[in-house]
């Protein structure tokens, strides 16, 4: 079974310039998260979407920051403007969850954005 | 909101001892428990959970661990530690789908292993 897919893996831009993240879940999946990793620290979630609805993004900064998930498959995290602080690793995971079952995530690789 | 608990940023082991890496949880009710593993320019990978069939779980790779619901604990163990384990480790937790499937990470254990 295919993974979860992420694009770039690696990113530099200049700061108040935008970017885009793609993620492409595990068919089937109908959770999928996405999670900001600053170096030294663990994933903190962004937002959680269970098929195209938000369930979390309560942790999001909603002035720069937006997501999507049309047709309740792949998703896409934009930053506009970045700042230096959002240099980061930006993991996108899924999972699989009918009712009452307790949910594995499998993440993507990552994608490494460097602000300068 | 569920959480967990991880000390010590930084873990050196001598190849051959014990691994252990502590993790405790915060919840009103027991959780359900995972440790992901992370290697260098890579993602989360699962090497074991929790979801109450048993206390002493096994995962991948030799690790284990096991739950402690008097202790809040769901600390992460390996006998004898090998170079390859050099990795970081993370601890995490959720309620399930009676906390829509809310995944929280602890800060993460960067293990050394010392020859």
């Known amino acids: 079974e295919a993974g979860v897919a992420q694009s770039p893996r690696y990113k530099i831009i200049e700061k108040r310039q935008s970017v885009a993240f793609w993620c492409n879940p595990i068919?089937?999946?109908?959770?999928l998260y996405w999670y900001q990793q600053i170096l030294g620290q663990g994933p903190k979630l962004l937002i959680q979407?269970?098929?195209?609805?938000?369930?979390?993004d309560s942790q999001l900064p909603k002035d720069r920051f937006s997501a999507e998930r049309l047709k309740g498959v792949d998703s896409t995290l934009k930053i506009q403007p970045a700042k230096l602080e959002d240099s980061a690793v930006y993991l996108c995971?899924?999972?699989?969850?009918?009712?009452?079952?307790?949910?594995?995530?499998?993440f993507g690789q990552g994608t490494r954005l460097t602000v300068v | 909101a569920q959480s967990v608990t991880q000390l010590g940023s930084h873990v050196s082991v001598s190849e051959g001892a014990l691994v252990l890496l502590r993790c405790n949880y915060s919840s009103s009710v027991p959780p359900y428990l995972f440790w992901y593993v992370q290697y260098p320019n890579q993602g989360l990978q699962l090497l074991l959970k929790?979801?109450?069939?048993?206390?002493l779980v096994k995962g991948i790779n030799g690790f284990e661990a096991e739950f402690k619901k008097s202790e809040t604990s769901f600390h992460l163990t390996k006998p004898s530690a090998h170079m390859s384990d050099a990795a970081e480790y993370f601890c995490?937790?959720?309620?399930?789908?009676?906390?829509?499937?809310?995944?929280?990470f602890g800060k993460g254990n960067q293990v050394v292993v010392i020859p």
């Open positions: 929790y979801t109450s069939a048993a206390t």
């Open positions: 068919s089937g999946h109908a959770t």
């Open positions: 995971a899924s999972s699989f969850s009918p009712g009452g079952y307790i949910p594995e995530a499998f």
């Open positions: 979407f269970q098929n195209n609805g938000v369930v979390d």
């Open positions: 995490a937790v959720t309620m399930g789908p009676y906390g829509n499937n809310r995944l929280a």
